[in-house]
């Protein structure tokens, strides 16, 4: 099986191939520190030490839910993002018609009436509820999970448990405490695997196999992906990844301050925002970073592309396509005369050739444009994805010299919004809240 990122339009417009000479410069550097982060267990989503016990640990917890026709999910972000992606790319069915088999419901947010709406529809006895986070404490999961718990409860009595799996940290936090209280089905998030590199845990694996997905497959593809990384890891210059990153962090130097992931492949459409988050929240540090913009094709040709083509000259794009995609229904020989070049073609090549014309009118446009194409869009290469926009996001992190696995600023909206809700030990959130409700409002109507 062959994946391939094709650079003969990756450097163009102001972008030139000697703004990434300095950083292709620094793989030696980069081995070395991937080799002894590595060592330390610092990168498991590259290393996946965690996969033996997943194959282990995850089947029985499958077995348990085996009754259940649904899953919800209880998780926010990374505990959301992936999983949503997996689905909708390799389980669609459930969003169509007459669908009756298992399904996947994300409570991702924590508007009242949706929350309502999805609980009002489920039914506890059929329902596998599923809470996923790493530390335990995420507030947004933890107040849908003590509703939920309250739901099942009213329903199932002490029954319950049997119907409430938590994803957490092996040994702390507060969903490890009412696993352990409870006797609740759990399994681990690995330490160090931060939320949006997750997808390929239990985190992600579990509402895929829930839907019967082959998540091993996944695995498997993220794992040869990886295994020139991990068996090699001084040789990184030679990885698709490091050229990724080192074309990423060429574009910021020359002022590009957008990246669009256009996908050409319908549906993987989610691995969008799954990429926006992974790739925002990574490297949108101590002032630097390019936004993410998250582009579907061929629907977005008809919204935004026209900002693409033809707005400011800041934008750079990573296009994907997938080969052997499903050609569909052909056009019948009876077209009216005006269409007749269409007759007898499939839908695919309506797909193909506007994947075509874009990346061509993008290319034509000036955007520095590099072309991932996939061999098939099954499991694996889905795998294979994912793990390639991951160490890319690692290394330009790397190279822009910020740490791409932590998101510290995002910590500060959670305390002032504990805060507002009166938890204790935010005394200085609480001033600085005071302060900002002082200021006179300056409304007006329309």
Not at 36 to 50: A, D, H, I, K, V
Not at 57 to 72: D, F, I
Not at 281 to 301: F, M, N, R, Y
């Amino acid at each position: 099986m062959s994946h391939y990122l094709e650079w003969s339009r990756a450097y163009s417009h102001r972008l030139n191939t000697a703004d990434a000479a300095p950083l292709q410069a620094r793989a030696s550097e980069m081995g070395l520190r991937l080799e002894r982060e590595l060592t330390q267990g610092l990168l498991p989503f590259l290393s996946m030490p965690y996969r033996a016990s997943l194959e282990s640990g995850l089947p029985p917890v499958l077995e348990r839910m085996r009754p259940c026709r649904h899953m919800l999910v209880l998780g926010i972000g990374g505990s959301a993002l992936g999983a949503r992606a997996v689905q909708k790319a390799f389980a669609p069915g459930q969003d169509r018609p007459g669908h009756t088999g298992s399904s996947l419901w994300i409570a991702d947010n924590v508007c009242a009436e949706e929350f309502e709406a999805l609980l009002a529809a489920l039914h506890p006895a059929e329902t596998a509820v599923v809470c996923i986070s790493k530390s335990g404490g995420t507030i947004e999961t933890l107040a849908q999970y003590f509703l939920v718990r309250q739901w099942l409860q009213d329903a199932l009595g002490e029954g319950w448990r049997e119907h409430m799996t938590v994803v957490t940290d092996a040994v702390s936090g507060y969903l490890r405490q009412e696993a352990s209280s409870y006797g609740l089905a759990s399994l681990e998030v690995p330490d160090h695997l931060g939320g949006r590199y997750s997808v390929l845990s239990a985190v992600g694996l579990l509402p895929a196999a829930f839907l019967g997905i082959d998540w091993r497959a996944l695995l498997d593809g993220a794992a040869h992906a990886a295994q020139p990384l991990v068996e090699k890891p001084r040789r990184v210059g030679e990885h698709p990844s490091y050229a990724l990153a080192c074309w990423a962090r060429a574009l910021e130097i020359q002022d590009y301050s957008e990246l669009i992931l256009f996908c050409y492949v319908p549906r993987w459409a989610a691995f969008g925002p799954w990429f926006a988050q992974l790739w925002a929240e990574s490297l949108g540090k101590d002032g630097q970073g390019i936004l993410p913009v998250s582009a579907t094709g061929v629907t977005d040709q008809h919204s935004v592309n026209q900002m693409f083509l033809d707005g400011r000259r800041n934008k750079g794009c990573i296009f994907l396509t997938g080969r052997r995609q499903q050609p569909g229904r052909a056009f019948g020989q009876d077209l009216p005369e005006k269409w007749a070049w269409l007759r007898g073609k499939p839908l695919g090549a309506l797909l193909e050739a506007e994947a075509l014309g874009t990346r061509m009118a993008l290319c034509m446009s000036g955007v520095p444009l590099v072309h991932l194409d996939m061999e098939d869009t099954g499991p694996r290469s889905a795998g294979a994805f994912m793990l390639l926009l991951e160490a890319a996001t690692l290394f330009t992190g790397w190279l822009m010299e910020v740490n791409p696995l932590d998101q510290p600023a995002v910590e500060l909206g959670k305390r002032l919004a504990n805060a507002r809700l009166g938890a204790p030990g935010y005394e200085r959130e609480q001033t600085d809240l005071d302060s900002f409700m002082a200021v006179p409002l300056q409304e007006q109507v329309f």
